[in-house]
């Protein structure tokens, strides 16, 4: 059965950068979209970035545009965000996310999302 493990979490200052990593272990992951997604305290889960199975497609919420970027290695079975620029209101779990989804909307959709990874903590300090 797969499973997602996230990877890259911690603890950062305003401004900085962190990446976070999605791999899929017990098989692969290679033929559905990927998205990261955010969840910070008392707050609703929301769609961050995701990544077609191919890579050409790239969709990011608005706020994170310029300043994120996701990528795959569809040969190691990985599916990476590299975050620029933290902002603290960005502290939350970040989780990865697989779906069979392939239009923008059903992308960002978490409702369209159905294995996903335990989620990785990221703080950005003031």
């Known amino acids: 059965q797969v499973q997602l493990v996230e990877s890259g979490g911690g603890l950062v200052q305003a401004g900085g950068s962190l990446r976070l990593s999605c791999a899929a272990s017990?098989?692969?992951?290679?033929?559905?979209?990927t998205g990261w997604f955010r969840q910070a305290p008392g707050k609703q889960r929301e769609f961050v970035a995701a990544i077609s199975y191919t890579g050409v497609y790239t969709y990011y919420t608005d706020s994170v545009k310029g300043r994120f970027t996701i990528s795959r290695d569809n040969a190691r079975n990985t599916v990476d965000v590299q975050m620029n620029s933290l902002k603290p209101e960005e502290t939350a779990v970040y989780y990865c996310?697989?779906?069979?989804?392939?239009?923008?909307?059903?992308?960002?959709?978490?409702?369209?999302?159905?294995?996903w990874g335990q989620g990785t903590q990221v703080t950005v300090s003031s």
């Open positions: 996310a697989v779906t069979q989804a392939s239009t923008t909307a059903q992308v960002m959709d978490e409702g369209r999302y159905n294995l």
């Open positions: 017990g098989g692969t992951f290679r033929r559905y979209a």
